[in-house]
Each structure stands twice: as C-alpha cells, then as structure tokens.
C-alpha cells in the first residue's frame, strides 16, 4: 500500500475500509473550548473531521486554527478551503502553514456566496475556482513548486479533497464536473446531503462507468433530519439540496418526540444501503449542531470501532 | 455599453448646494442609449433640481448641455469657452466623462449626476444585464459565448458549482446560472467536448489586478 501523505482519512480508505468523516463547524467567537466541546464526541469515532471555512458566508474561528485545536485531541483535521475570501496567494501561504502546523488532509471549495451571509457587502474573491484549487494543491504537492513558479521547500503532502452535488442541475453535467475534479487532481471526494437515494444510484452508476471510482474515494454525504421542520426547510430552502417528498412524510408522519429518532433510523438504513452501492469508499456524516448525537448514529450504522491503521 | 443609472436628487442636492450657478452636462454616448444621463434626462433633472431648490427657497441658475462624448478630449474641449461662468459642472456620464472633464479643467469642481454600473446589453425594453467584466483576456470561445466571468456569481471557469438550481442561480431566483447558459450553448453547437476540459487559473493581469489599464496604439500616434 503506496500512501502520498501522512492522513489517516488516505490509510483508512487505501486498506479498504469503509471510511467515517465527521463536521466541526467553528464558533461565532475564539473560545476554543467551543471547538472542544463539539469535537469532543468525535474523537475515536470518525477517521477525519471536516472543519468548516466560514461556512454560509458567516466570519467564524478560521479553519486552520479550529483544526489545530481539533488535531490536539487525537482526531484527524480535514481542513476546509474556500475560495470566496483569498486569492492564491493567501491559500498558499495558509497550506504551507497547515502543513508546517501536521494538517495533511484538505478539502478544497468554491465556498457560499457571501450574499448567504451576515457579510453581504464584502468583496467576493474567487481568483481562483475549487478545479484550479485543487489543481494548484496538486502542483504545490507532485511538482514542489508555487502557482507562481517558484520551487517550494519542503513541499506540502495534502490528501487532497472536493465536494461534489449529485443533485445540483443540469444533472447529465454533475458526473462530468466530478470527473474534472478527478482529473484535477483530487484524491477523494465529499458528496453534498443525500436523501434521494434513487437519484443517487444513478448518479454512483454514470461515476463508476466512467471509471472514477478506480481514480477516487467517493464519500457519501449524509445528514440527519432531526424533525419533520428540518425535512422541510432542507426540501425548500436550501439551494442544491433533494429531500424526496416521501422522506419529509416519513418524517412528518412520526410523533414529535419520536421524529429525531425516526431520522437516524433512515440515516442508518441510508448507510447500510450505500455500502452495497458500487464505487461508494466511506460516507460523511454532517450532524450539524447535533455532534453529540454522532457516536450512537455511528453505533447505530455499525460503523464502529473505526479501524487503526 | 456602458450602462449607469441617476443618483438620488438628494444625494445630489447635497453636492449642488453650495453653488449658484451650474452646468448640467448630458453625453450623447451610452447613458444617452440607457435613458440615463442624455439630453432628455438633462432636462429632467434640471427642472427636478429647479423646483427642488426653489421648495427650499434657493435659486440655482442651471444651464444645460449634452456633449457627444464625454470621454472625448476632441468634445470636452468644446467647454473651453463657457466653463468659467459655472460654479460647477454636474457630469451625467459615466465615470469616464466625469474623469475626462475633471482631467481638462483643473480648478472646476465636477460631480457625478449618475452611478456607474457595468457593461452590459439590453434585454428587452427598460432592461439592462451585466455581459462584460472586462478582464482583459476574452474567454467566450470556450464558452459557447456566454461569459463565466460577468455572468456567474462566482466568477467559476469550471462550474457549475453546487447551487445551481432549475437553470437558476443559488443567489437569486431572477438570475441565470451562466453555467446552465453555457452548457446548453455547447450542447446547441455540439462543443460539448470543450466542456470538458479544465480551464486553467486565470491570469488576472490582464483584468484590473494587474493596477490601471491603458490600451497605447502606436499606428495611431499623432
């Protein structure tokens, strides 16, 4: 077994195992006993952690300082990028630092538009997009040099992630821009909430005969509905996203009290399910605002113990 | 074209106060073609300013002229005579007219009567939409002719990226996703092929990162 980093998402998925990531969103302040506290239910139970890069727009701890934070209890950062908020410039330095501080595994995205939110008037970077940021993480790794040129000493070793929607339109370009992804360089993938699980399917089939799953570890995304209101807000609201009318029902149709754990148990069946789908390497579990939930999610899934590799 | 639209008469009777004599000054260019700053919206916002100041008790005598490029040194020039009489001048052009004018007279306090806003072309009566960014380096070649640098809110060579709903963009349900646009285009001209390579991170050089531009033609030097 050939590993380019040190991550342990890059050994877990390389010995074959069904990988785990988890989500730490960054608090609306510097304590860092706020990062702690989320992570804390993590530890042991994911083989990396996604810490988000200001996500919906909003100013949060940065990604790289919550990842060190999350690095020093014993779990694996999966440091978030965006390019809505620096140019090139910026995103090297803050990979060289990453790297010089043990991140080893990243995740690179385009990022909200600022106008989601509570800085809407701030200017709106993107010098480059999340294809030429992966490719630039690539070059910075496989070649040891700078966009720029300039040879980089002591070049960055990321495991290098991307996000992908299944569901975002027009559908027939979804699989094509995974595979530009792919072709950019990324090592493995993060799919965006999946709750139309047929949609899905056909999604895995188009990806694994154009042979991206051979090229790639594809992660499934999957979040929980913790009530029959948050199957509705994330069938309507939130834009790229598919909650299938019969999901929000089965939701709904349970009693209040009993509709979080109506949501995890079509989680659980969600992930027994997706382990049978060819070309499908682990899954991401998004508990947003719900991280102590995660352990008994995971037993639940029987995803645990994660393996030590 | 160049497409602007009229400040607010308060926010422009703030500049104008101080003054008793003044030229409004329309172009006879782009914000003539967008109802915004030509002879026509001259002449409404001389009588607008009038009957503002006269409300307030204030006389302001205002002389109005449309030149047919504020942007022109040829056609500013033609102000060399009259300016002196004016307080000031209230520039209805663009920003490039106002700069042109402030660059020619020195010592005369100018104002912008409208704001700025993009290159863009007319979609139907009373609308414009954004189309250039001008950055320099052209890539509507491969992009069936839509451009992912004006038109997509992320400014994405390789998109569409996740928000992309219904042939509509995550910011707005009024805005197209450019992506959508360019990958039906392709499809249209059977490029499809050119979706599917990578663009490359664009040198912003030639757009207005790389400091102020200036286009020098050394065939037609004087």
């Not at chain 1, 948050?230 to 009318?245: E, L, N, R």
Request: a neutral charge; one cysteine or more.
């Amino acid at each position: 077994m050939e590993l380019k980093t040190d991550s342990n998402l890059e050994k877990v998925l390389r010995a074959g195992h069904f990988a785990v990531t988890g989500e730490v969103g960054p608090p609306r302040g510097s304590d860092p006993e706020a990062v702690r506290e989320k992570a804390a239910h993590l530890v042991g139970k994911v083989d990396a952690v996604n810490i988000t890069d200001c996500q919906t727009a909003m100013v949060r701890m940065s990604s790289w300082a919550a990842s060190l934070i999350c690095k020093s209890m014993g779990l694996e950062p999966n440091y978030q990028m965006v390019c809505r908020d620096r140019n090139r410039i910026a995103m090297q330095s803050d990979i060289l630092g990453a790297y010089a501080m043990g991140l080893n595994t990243m995740l690179c995205l385009s990022g909200d538009h600022p106008s989601f939110g509570d800085h809407p008037m701030a200017s709106n970077v993107h010098d480059l997009d999340s294809i030429q940021l992966i490719q630039m993480v690539r070059g910075m790794m496989d070649d040891g040099k700078f966009q720029g040129g300039a040879e980089i000493k002591r070049p960055p070793k990321m495991f290098i992630g991307a996000a992908a929607n299944p569901f975002g339109d027009p559908f027939e370009l979804r699989v094509l821009r995974l595979a530009k992804k792919v072709a950019a360089g990324a090592d493995f993938i993060q799919t965006q909430c999946i709750y139309n699980m047929q949609k899905f399917r056909d999604y895995m089939k188009m990806a694994v005969d154009k042979g991206l799953h051979e090229k790639t570890y594809i992660l499934a995304g999957v979040t929980p509905l913790k009530s029959a209101g948050m199957a509705k807000y994330m069938a309507t609201k939130v834009p790229g996203m598919d909650v299938p009318d019969d999901v929000v029902k089965r939701i709904a149709s349970a009693p209040k009290e009993k509709q979080a754990e109506e949501g995890i148990k079509f989680l659980c069946e969600q992930i027994e399910e997706m382990r049978e789908i060819e070309g499908v390497a682990g899954i991401h579990l998004m508990a947003i605002e719900w991280e102590h939930k995660v352990p008994e999610i995971l037993e639940q899934a029987k995803c645990l113990p994660r393996p030590q590799v | 074209m160049i497409t602007a639209e009229r400040k607010p008469i308060e926010e422009i009777m703030e500049y104008v106060k101080p003054y008793k004599k003044i030229l409004l000054l329309g172009c006879n260019e782009c914000v003539t073609v967008c109802y915004a700053g030509g002879r026509k919206e001259v002449g409404i916002l001389a009588s607008a300013l009038s009957m503002a100041f006269l409300k307030q008790g204030q006389k302001v005598e205002i002389d109005e002229l449309t030149l047919e490029r504020q942007c022109d040194p040829e056609y500013v020039e033609e102000l060399a005579r009259t300016i002196q009489q004016y307080d000031a001048v209230c520039s209805m052009a663009c920003g490039c007219g106002v700069q042109t004018i402030a660059g020619r007279y020195k010592d005369k306090p100018v104002y912008p009567m409208v704001n700025t806003k993009f290159m863009g072309a007319s979609e139907r009566q009373g609308v414009w939409a954004e189309r250039c960014q001008g950055c320099g380096d052209c890539v509507l070649a491969f992009t069936g002719g839509i451009c992912p640098v004006a038109r997509c809110s992320k400014r994405i060579f390789n998109g569409p990226c996740g928000g992309s709903s219904g042939g509509k963009c995550e910011i707005d349900p009024n805005v197209d996703c450019a992506w959508q646009l360019i990958w039906d285009r392709l499809k249209a001209l059977g490029r499809t092929d050119l979706y599917e390579r990578i663009m490359p991170a664009k040198d912003w050089r030639a757009a207005r990162d790389g400091g102020p531009r200036k286009i020098v033609r050394e065939d037609l030097l004087a």
